[in-house]
């Protein structure tokens, strides 16, 4: 069974950053494109942010500038790097795939205010 781990969720203020840190199997990593999804309340998940195992990236219209995504040495840890960040990307922010197929991890929370 696929296990995603996400951490690195916090607060702050509009025009901050952080980063997100989601660790699963280096296998996944090599075999699917895997994603960030965040879900805000009341609202359903959205993916924000993917990329393929050779490295190809795709970024929701509402984080493109401001989103990017990168991978440590070991192909094990998927980072999301958030810059600039406003109130409206206030969510719950899980892993997974493209498909959305594996068990949802616990997510990490990010509030952003102003």
């Known amino acids: 069974q696929v296990l995603f781990v996400e951490s690195g969720g916090g607060s702050v203020q509009v025009g901050g950053s952080l980063r997100l840190s989601c660790s699963a199997s280096?296998?996944?990593?090599?075999?699917?494109?895997v994603g960030w999804y965040r879900q805000a309340p009341g609202k359903q998940r959205e993916l924000v942010a993917s990329?393929?195992?050779?490295?190809?990236?795709k970024f929701a219209d509402s984080v493109q500038g401001r989103f990017a995504l990168s991978r440590d040495s070991t192909n094990s840890t998927l980072f999301l790097l958030m810059n600039n960040l406003k109130p409206e990307d206030t969510a719950v922010y899980y892993c997974?795939?493209?498909?959305?197929?594996?068990?949802w991890g616990q997510g990490t929370q990010v509030t952003v205010s102003a």
């Open positions: 997974n795939t493209d498909s959305g197929g594996y068990a």
């Open positions: 280096i296998v996944v990593f090599r075999s699917f494109r």
């Open positions: 990329i393929s195992p050779s490295g190809a990236t």
